[in-house]
C-alpha cells in the first residue's frame, strides 16, 4: 500500500478540527471569531494560534471589521485551505483502503 | 495532548463528528422552524371553523372578529417566538448564505403585502364568509410557494413537501368553501406543522 503524504498543517489535531469546522460553511461564508470559538469549544488564545499558522499557509482567510464600534473578527477557508482539506480527507481514506 | 498520534481511523471520525456537529448548530431546530405556526394556525383556523360551520350554521357562536384576533395574535406570537429563537441560537456568520436568508425573508414580507393589497382591491365586492375565504386562500398560497421555494433554496426536500402540501389541502378546502377551508387548514395544515416540526426534529 502507497501511504501517500499527509499535509503536516492539518495534521494536527487542533488544525484538523478547525478545518473542518470551516469547511462545513457554505462557499462565501465567513464565521464570527467567538462562533467559530464556541463550535470547536476551544480557548480564544489557542484558536488564535492554530489560526495564524493556517493562514500563512493560505488555507485560511481572516477579515478584522468593525460592528459600530466594536471589532470583529471574520474567519473563512479560502479556496486554497478548501482544497487541501479535500486532499487531505481523500488521503485519509486511501490510508484506511476506501476506495474514494 | 499528544496531537499527533491519532490514528487515520480516528482522524476520519474526527473529520465526520465535527463536520455533523456543525451542520447541527447552523440549522435551526425544525420544532422551532414548525410547531408553533402549526399552534397558531390550528387553533386560528379551527376558531373560523367553528366561527362557519360546515352549512352555514356556526358550531359555536364565535364572531369573525374574535376569531380573526385569535388567528391573528397567534401568528404575531409564533413569529416573535421564531425571531426569538433564531436570534439566539444563530452562529455569526455572514456572506452568501446570510445574504440568501435575508432575501428569502423578505420575500415573505413583499409578498405578504402585495397580497393583500391585491385581495384588498377585489374584497368589498364580495359576502363576508367569502372575503375570509380569499384572504386565507390567497395568503396560504403565498406561504405554499414560499414555502417550496425555500425548500430548493437550501435543498430541503421536507421544506419542499410541507409547501407542496399547503398548497394541496388549500387548493381542496377553497373549492369547498369557508367551513371547510377552515377545518381542513387547521386540522391538516396547522396539525400538519406540528407534527412535521416533532418527527423531523426526532430525525435530524
Partial sequence: MTVPDLDPVIHAQARLRVVATLNALCEGDQIAFPGLKDLLGMTAGNLSVHLTKLEDAGYVEITKTHKGRTPVTYVALTRRGRLAFEEYTVAIRALLGGDT | ?204
Fill in chain 2, 1 to 204: 495532548m499528544d496531537e499527533e498520534d491519532l490514528s487515520p481511523a480516528e482522524m476520519l471520525r474526527l473529520i465526520e463528528e465535527q463536520g455533523a456537529a456543525v451542520a447541527r448548530r447552523l440549522q435551526p431546530d425544525p420544532l422551532v422552524m414548525y410547531a408553533p405556526w402549526g399552534v397558531a394556525w390550528l387553533v386560528g383556523f379551527g376558531a373560523f371553523f367553528l366561527s362557519y360551520g360546515l352549512d352555514g350554521r356556526p358550531v359555536v357562536p364565535i364572531s369573525w372578529q374574535l376569531a380573526l384576533a385569535i388567528l391573528f395574535g397567534g401568528q404575531v406570537l409564533a413569529g416573535a417566538f421564531l425571531f426569538w429563537a433564531l436570534r439566539a441560537s444563530s452562529v455569526q456568520v455572514r456572506g452568501e448564505s446570510a445574504q440568501r436568508g435575508m432575501m428569502y425573508g423578505y420575500s415573505w414580507f413583499v409578498g405578504m403585502m402585495a397580497m393583500s393589497l391585491i385581495v384588498g382591491r377585489f374584497a368589498p365586492l364580495l359576502p363576508r364568509d367569502q372575503v375570509g375565504l380569499l384572504y386565507a386562500s390567497v395568503s396560504l398560497l403565498v406561504v405554499a410557494i414560499l414555502y417550496m421555494a425555500g425548500g430548493a433554496v437550501w435543498r430541503e426536500w421536507p421544506m419542499f413537501f410541507i409547501g407542496a402540501w399547503v398548497a394541496a389541502v388549500n387548493a381542496v378546502g377553497t373549492t369547498l368553501g369557508p367551513g371547510w377551508h377552515s377545518l381542513l387548514i387547521s386540522l391538516l395544515v396547522g396539525g400538519g406543522f406540528f407534527v412535521a416540526g416533532i418527527v423531523l426534529r426526532r430525525r435530524g
